[in-house]
């Protein structure tokens, strides 16, 4: 917005950031992307509002944009929201109806999705409003009017206002922080830790340390014999921590002379770690194969832990071990206890920090427990079935904060195999970028967002049933920032607000400060309204100096700051003089722009030789000499009268300034000449003037763009248009990008003449590409290697970090190796100024790697990245890693299977892989057995390799010597090797040889029928144990045979109808499926996973009579009470072949609901019945059928009701369907069936 005098003359044209349409101004914002409330709170920012679609013409141009600035085809949120099939646009307030053609494409079906976007179709190759949640970050559109444009917080200004300083990262300005402390975690270990902060400022800020005292006061440390500061890190001396001196929290100031701003605290704790008590727990005694736990019960400490085990003295690694499950809360737990699970177990503790904290050693205190004997008794193998522990679903941390990456565990007791899967309620996937660990016992969700909020269930399928538990999950926030505080260069005596924009969960409180000293209201003066702080009448030396304003809620603080500049300026022409001379063609156009710098704004006039001219404003579309809003000075049709001295003069209450050409007037085309240089921002906008006098009236003049010595092509490169701003024409730059940067000409053509004039477009913004990266020759080890590369051009801010991202060929993924600091990277000599350098480690031998760079500055983006370097080959060595889920068992009968996940190509470090296996018997924990091995080379035949989801699995089948070795506990391990040597073997696992044929059978076999056509059939328990079983009951198989007899010999023979498996222990189940009034022979057996048992002696049962055949007719329905309706019917009659009648059920539904979900109200034989709970509003289906012993019999037809009674239904032309939600019906389709049965009957 720019005055032009005392009076309110604006322009009322779009900011260069927006594009104009009618009476309004839209921002297209595509980056950062927000959630829908903070693209509300975003846009209010601009003082403007989310974008309201109300006509087919705005609909039309907001596509047309959204098509000509997003490659990548975005997804775009708008102000709208579904509220009861129409959308309710809160940007202005209106209301669009179902019947719109805007939304004839949403779909009202998930009430989850109310919120209205631009999703581009594929289909029809534009974009179309859709439905999405509101929770996902998207792009977003911000609308205002053109006349409401004051309300934009819009203040172009700099600090070179005022100066002859055009680059503004060559002018003074205040400190602003790049890197800030962090929390850290003091130990008796650490050495030498510290806490640093950096900030840039011109002069070159000063640093000083503060800290809170435990009275709240503030103490300023200095260097001494405990600290030292240096810049702007400060450095503990190891030697003398002390607690009480140096807990606390920590603040970096720092200060030029323009201000000082003060950091986020640096919370500076000391970890502590009691031992554990010399006293020896008591043991824990568990049956065979039952679940159970052992609690780690750790000494005191401060602040977290990591947890481990060990059995005996081996760690325990439950990626290893199916049935082992360590929870991040520290607790063992076992899903079955096995025989070789009798041991001594120890917990290891070792002190962390919190999530975001920093310990500040590589050696954190740890401490062992005293042993934990493990019992097991019983020998006979009990089917437990799955049942999913008391403490789970557990999440961890167990306040999730926003940003956080979140684990939720789930463990469940139970015979093996447990298979674990995870569902989202409210019709919600799993978030996508969640995955699962440890045999899908843990979900982790990276990165966790509000959108990722709700219940999720842990579902866990065992031998013989299922179980499932449920969590809500819900996020709290550390306060953060939509968007930060923007430096303001404000006039003297002017009003100024700064608003602090914050989110947090809990409602973040807000304090404000200036030059880092509270800032409290003064009367008349300064108010401060929660997170908005208003200047009534800035002053110069008064109110200039850094603010800070600071988001506080339980989880944290956010700090955000900014410069505010006050300005008393006499007007200066310092910057933008006008030019000695000024060319303009007779009977052409031309514009003398007058662009003084004053605070406060002066007020502009026009002197022609010496005397005043008298101007009036116009929008420049007049003839003859006028004045513009801005203050520019335009001439349409210039004469040759028009020629002479023109001064353009600014006056404020300081003083006044002047700038004077001479305008010649002659034929030809003449350029306004422009500045040699523009500064933007990447992905801000930048206009390039052009403008051109010529004569209108006999030469037709066209404008052409070159960038860089070609012609632009303005169809190819959407983001750049031709327009006028200010009343020049020119040309917008929009979201530019480095590619953007460069040389533009504009040349202004005739039929017989062209005139141009350049200028130099400069792109600044997160760092460029870093330059040929290459491996150090000969630095190769099997570790590591020393990579270089050209310094990354740093776009205007210096270079804070590089990134360094590797692959492999076997493993196409990027992954980030380094963090470095640009210090760690700089390289000696001044040959090597632009080199960088560093050791990139943590390789995997024998892979062939290649690399990548990219830098980060004080801008959020992270820079360009580099070109991958050529494939660099990382010499062999011995594996480092162990073969995993070793495991095993089952099998044909007489073997011992064992098998293991082998290692991935990648993995291997080198040639000629071999695997060595080893096994033995394991009785009771007792390990006094030597190990048996076989040593299988990848090639060899008894090494049998199987591809599953999670890689290629190794079997090795070990024959057993003896028939008695069925079902016996082994314990069983894996190495791996290569040509370079042996690698770690894997942690012994135990599993079983395979089982034997059982022998024992069922006995006593009983039953009796369920109705006409089940049976329940019973046989005695049979004792799970391993002599009777051969191993483990694995379930039973009831066969149902018919008698057949021959007619012409007499002969019986049996023909089987049903076989039916039963898995779990059991001692009697159903077998449904059959006929009415049948004998049946009924054998059963038990079976293992070796095979089936002889089947049980024949018994014969036999099913009941029929149900009843016919059905009720005559079914009505009439209202009965106030949540009741009353029905009648038609009684049944039963059969010879029918069992006697025992009543009637009224079953009824929901409209639209399966019959599935149906109730039954249930009367004796009386043909009338009253249904209670009966909802008003709703469609309800019934039928009425009668019961016996033999079952349920045949429903009479579909009848519909409300609570009113009867709804009568032609079902040959017409349908009842679901509307509005999908558990309501709606009554629009059956009031017009009513309708057309009146009418028709």
């Known amino acids: ?52 679609v109300n006509t087919l013409e705005e609909n039309n141009f907001i596509t047309q944009r959204l098509k ?102 060559k002018v003074e300005r205040g400190p602003r922080f790049t890197v800030l402390p962090s929390n850290i975690v003091l130990t008796t270990r650490s050495y030498l830790p510290s806490i640093e902060c950096i900030a840039t400022g011109n002069p070159q800020p000063k640093y000083q340390w503060q800290r809170k005292r435990p009275t709240m006061d503030v103490e300023i440390l200095t260097s001494n014999n405990a600290y030292t500061i240096s810049n702007g890190k400060l450095t503990f001396d190891s030697t003398r921590l002390n607690e009480t001196r140096d807990a606390g929290e920590y603040y970096c100031v720092a200060s030029n002379k ?102 500040a050693t590589d050696q954190p205190p740890t401490e062992t427990s005293m042993g934990m004997p493990l019992r097991v008794a019983g020998e006979s193998a009990s089917n437990y079935p799955a049942q999913i522990h008391t403490d789970f679903p557990a999440v961890f941390p167990r306040t999730p904060l926003l940003g956080m990456d979140v684990v939720i565990e789930c463990l469940a007791y139970g015979r093996s195999p447990l298979d674990y899967s995870w569902i989202r309620e409210g019709n919600k996937d799993i978030p996508k970028k969640a995955y699962t660990e440890d045999y899908n016992r843990v979900l982790v969700i990276p990165n966790i967002q509000f959108g990722d909020e709700g219940t999720y269930t842990c579902n866990v399928k065992g031998r013989s049933n299922t179980d499932q538990k449920s969590l809500l999950l819900t996020i709290d926030a550390k306060p953060y920032f939509l968007y930060p505080l923007r430096d303001l260069v404000v006039d003297e005596e002017s009003h100024v607000t700064l608003r602090c924009d914050a989110l947090g969960k809990p409602r973040p409180t807000f304090s404000w400060y200036k030059n880092s000293q509270p800032l409290v209201p003064v009367a008349g003066e300064i108010e401060i309204v929660s997170n908005v702080l208003t200047i009534l009448r800035a ?107 023109y001064t353009c003069h600014a006056k404020n209450i300081h003083g006044d300034a002047q700038t004077t050409t001479n305008v010649i007037v002659s034929k030809g085309v003449y350029m306004a000449p422009i500045p040699r240089e523009y500064h933007v921002d990447r992905n801000g906008t930048v206009f390039i003037q052009c403008q051109a006098s010529y004569d209108a009236s006999n030469l037709d003049l066209v404008y052409v763009w070159k960038f860089n010595g070609e012609l632009i092509d ?99 993924t990027w992954r980030l190796m380094s963090k470095v600091s640009e210090m760690q990277t700089l390289l000696p000599g001044p040959n090597e100024a632009d080199k960088r350098q560093f050791i990139v480690s943590g390789l995997i031998p024998y892979n062939n790697y290649r690399f990548r760079v990219y830098a980060s500055n004080a801008y959020l983006d992270p820079g360009e990245i580099s070109r991958p370097t050529e494939e660099i080959h990382i010499p062999g060595a011995k594996p480092i890693m162990a073969p995993t889920n070793v495991g095993g068992g089952g099998g044909s009968v007489g073997v011992l299977t064992i098998t293991w996940k082998m290692l991935s190509k990648e993995l291997q470090s080198g040639p000629n892989v071999v695997y060595y296996v080893y096994w033995r018997r394991s009785r009771n924990g007792e390990t006094n057995l030597e190990f048996q091995s076989k040593r299988l080379l990848v090639s060899n035949k008894l090494l049998i390799q199987s591809n599953r989801t999670d890689g290629t699995y190794g079997t090795y089948t070990v024959p057993l010597p003896s028939d008695d070795l069925y079902y016996l506990p082994f314990d069983v391990m894996v190495g791996v090797g290569n040509y370079f040597g042996r690698g770690p073997n894997s942690s012994i696992e135990t599993i079983y040889s395979s089982e ?155 409209q639209g609901d399966n019959i599935r979900t149906a109730n039954d109200t249930i009367t004796g034989k009386e043909t009338q019945g009253v249904i209670y709970g009966i909802q008003r509003g709703y469609v309800y289906s019934l039928r009425v059928l009668g019961f016996s012993k033999g079952g349920d019999g045949k429903m009479s037809p579909t009848k519909y009701f409300t609570l009113g009674g009867l709804v009568p239904v032609d079902r040959t032309i017409s349908e009842i369907r679901a509307a509005g939600t999908k558990d309501r019906a709606s009554l629009l389709i059956v009031c017009v069936c009513i309708l057309y049965s009146c009418v028709f009957t």
């Open 68 to 169: 000509d600035i997003d490659f990548i085809r975005s997804i775009w949120y708008t102000s709208g929201t579904l509220q009861d099939g129409s959308v309710r646009w809160n940007g202005d307030g209106t209301l669009s109806t179902a019947g719109s053609v805007l939304l004839s494409n949403i779909a009202h079906t998930d009430p989850n999705l109310r919120f209205i976007v631009y999703r581009y179709s594929e289909n029809l190759f534009t974009y179309l409003l859709t439905k999405s949640g509101g929770d996902e970050r998207f792009s977003f559109i911000c609308e205002i009017k053109k006349t409401e444009l004051n309300r934009i917080v819009q203040d172009e200004r700099d600090f070179t206002y005022g100066s002859n300083i055009t680059d503004p990262l």
């Open 1 to 52: 917005m720019q005055v032009i005098s005392s009076g309110c003359h604006e322009i009322l044209e779009c900011p260069l950031d927006w594009f104009s349409h009618n009476a309004h101004c839209y921002r297209f914002q595509m980056h950062p992307q927000r959630t829908y409330e903070e693209a509300v709170k975003t846009c209010e920012g601009y003082g403007a509002a989310l974008v309201s």
């Open 996 to 1150: 034997g044929i059982p022998l024992a059978r069922p006995v006593n076999v009983n039953g009796y029928e369920i109705n006409s056509t089940a049976l329940w059939v019973t046989w005695d328990p049979m004792d799970n144990t391993r002599e009777k079983a051969k191993g483990v009951i694995k379930g039973y198989r009831i066969t149902i045979n018919i008698e057949i007899v021959d007619d012409d010999t007499n002969e019986i023979s049996f023909k089987k109808v049903v076989t039916s498996y039963y898995h779990g222990q059991m001692s009697g189940n159903q077998v449904i499926g059959l006929e009415p009034n049948t004998d049946y022979w009924v054998t059963v057996e038990m079976f293992n996973s070796a095979g089936l048992s002889n089947p049980s002696e024949r018994q014969r049962l036999s099913t009941c009579l029929g149900a009843p055949i016919l059905y009720p007719e005559f079914v009505t329905i009439s209202s009965h009470g106030p949540d009741s309706v009353y029905v009648e019917w038609r009684g049944v009659s039963t059969g010879l072949y029918e069992e006697t009648l025992w009543g009637y059920k009224m079953r009824y539904w929901l």
């Open 258 to 359: 323009f201000g000082s701003v003060r950091s986020e605290p640096s919370r500076v704790s000391f970890g502590r770690l009691a031992q554990f008590p010399v006293v020896a727990p008591g043991p824990v005694n568990v049956a065979l194969y039952q679940g159970t736990y052992l609690q780690c019960n750790p000494p005191s400490y401060k602040p977290n832990l990591k947890y481990q085990w060990m059995k005996e003295n081996s760690f325990l690694l439950p990626v290893l071990n199916k049935h082992f499950f360590v929870s991040i809360g520290g607790n063992l737990y076992f899903s079955e206890v096995q025989t070789s699970d009798a041991a001594m177990y120890h917990c290891i503790v070792t002190l962390a920090a919190l999530p975001g904290d920093t310990m």
């Open 539 to 645: 002053q110069v030396g008064k109110h200039g100096g850094m603010y800070e304003c600071t988001a506080t809620n339980t989880h944290g603080t956010a700090i955000t700051s900014a410069q505010v500049k006050v300005l008393s300026l006499r007007p200066t022409f310092i910057k933008y003089p006008l030019p000695t001379t000024l060319l303009a063609a007779e009977s052409g156009n031309l514009t003398i722009p007058c662009q003084p710098e004053a605070a406060p704004a002066p007020e502009i006039t026009w002197v022609k030789n010496g005397a005043q001219m008298s101007l009036s404003f116009t929008n420049g579309n007049q003839n003859g000499v006028q004045m513009l809003l801005n203050g520019y000075l335009k001439i349409v049709g210039v004469s040759l009268g028009d020629g002479g001295f």
């Open 714 to 812: 303005f169809g190819r490169d959407t983001l750049l248009r031709k327009g006028t701003s200010g009343g020049l024409n020119g040309l917008f730059i929009n979201y530019a990008d480095y590619f953007h940067a460069g040389l533009y000409e504009c040349i202004a053509q005739t039929t017989i003449t062209q005139t141009s004039v350049a200028t130099n477009v400069i792109v600044r913004g997160p760092p460029g590409m870093p330059g040929f990266v290459y491996r150090v020759k000969g630095s190769e080890t099997p570790h590591s290697v020393t990579l270089k590369w050209t310094r990354a051009p740093d776009h205007g801010s210096q270079v804070q970090f590089y990134y360094i991202e590797a692959q492999t060929i076997l493993n196409t």
